[in-house]
Structure formats: C-alpha cells, structure tokens
C-alpha cells in the first residue's frame, strides 16, 4: 500500500508564471520510514529540521489543489523542471523543496504531519 499526495505549492517569487502550482508525491512504506528515520536524528541532534536530495516530487503547473474534479478533467498538467530538489524533515512534519530550474525561485510543498505516515511506516514492503 502506498499513500498518493497531492500538495499545494507556494514559491518565492511574485512575479514567475513558470513555477508549479502542486506536487504530486507517492509515500511507500520504506519513503515512510525514511522520513521516520530523519524525524528520530533531527530529534536525537536537536535540530530544527533536516534536509536530504530527494527527487521523488512530481513539480506541475496547470491545477490547484482545491479546483472541483469537474475543472480538473479539463485542465493540461504541465511538468515543471527542478533542480535541487529536497525532502524537509522537522519533528512534526515534513515538506519537499526544489528551484525551478536556472533561478534562484523556490517552491515549497505544504507541510504534511509526519502522524500521517506513521501507520504506513509498519507495514512490510
């Protein structure tokens, strides 16, 4: 079993109409224990949060997270091209990070509670 998410995404920049609009995200049971694994160092070390390359976030422009699934149908999904993409790991939750590719804009993902993988954590791959 695996979790689907779909996450709003904001950036840094007001101005780029390039930047992605969502995330599309599958949590395994073995993505789900990595991010385990990171939230028992940032606690163990006593950081804020942690962050490794992971390139696991599908960047896509075209859809909001909140559009009904009538406008849905009829919207063009259009992949976003990233660089230096990232899994943020805190204590409570966790979040992904990229730049769109050749600036220096940002996008991050929505924050997403860590309580909602721990089940999926447990369970054999």
């Not at 992904?96 to 996008?107: C, G, N």
Request: negative net charge.
């Amino acid at each position: 079993m695996s979790l689907k998410l779909e996450l709003e995404v904001t950036d840094n920049d007001g101005w780029c109409d390039d930047t992605a609009t969502i995330a599309q995200v599958e949590i395994t049971p073995e993505r789900a224990r990595r991010i385990l694994v990171l939230q028992k160092a940032v606690k163990e070390l006593g950081v804020f949060e942690i962050t490794e390359f992971n390139y696991t976030a599908r960047w896509l422009k075209g859809a909001y997270v909140n559009d009904p699934p009538e406008a849905r149908k009829e919207q063009h999904l259009e992949e976003v091209t990233c660089e230096c993409n990232c899994l943020v790991v805190s204590d409570d939750y966790f979040k992904w990070t990229a730049f769109l590719k050749h600036t220096s804009v940002e996008m991050k993902t929505d924050l997403v509670k860590i309580s909602e993988v721990e089940e999926l954590a447990k369970e054999e791959v």
